[in-house]
């Protein structure tokens, strides 16, 4: 099975637009009490988050995990920081790559695998403005030569 793969919970489509990702880690995800039932539920946005490396550890910012409704007085507070599970190696690489201007440690995939919730993290690099346009262009003339490929089929 390979690293994303699993049951699909919530995905950042707008990281890829956004950064150029260059390489992707698989993270567990320290939860509490009824946030695992919510993430089950599907009720995560992974829009605002992001990945931070505090004191040899790798916690998750402004991800949110809405409250589950059987939860009552034992629920979580939605956008509390979330400490990311990583080995040693991949922490150290984080931190090196967390030091360099213009890289992020932007979440992309929250999927659950053998039962546990995992994370895929991503080391992403910011996009200027022409090259999400140019992203763009390539997607759009990629498309219309499907189009075209497909209109030639059907003949």
């Known amino acids: 099975m390979a690293r994303h793969e699993g049951n699909l919970i919530a995905q950042n489509k ?35 988050s992001f990945a931070r490396v505090q004191n040899g550890e790798v916690f998750l910012h402004n991800m949110h995990i809405s409250h589950y409704e059987q939860g009552n007085r034992y629920n979580h507070d939605p956008l509390r920081t979330r400490k990311l599970l990583l080995h040693k190696k991949e922490i150290s690489k984080l931190i090196g790559v967390s030091k360099e201007s213009g890289y992020a440690l932007v979440p992309l995939k929250l999927y659950i695998k053998n039962g546990f919730a995992k994370l895929l993290l991503g080391i992403g690099k910011g996009k200027k403005k022409y090259d999400k346009r140019e992203d763009l262009k390539r997607k759009t003339a990629k498309r219309e030569i499907e189009k075209a490929f497909r209109e030639r089929q059907k003949m």
């Open 14 to 48: 707008k990281a890829r637009h956004d950064y150029t990702i260059e390489d992707t880690f698989e993270a567990g995800l320290v939860l509490q009490g009824t946030e695992i039932k919510a993430i089950r539920g599907r009720r995560v946005n992974l829009k605002d």
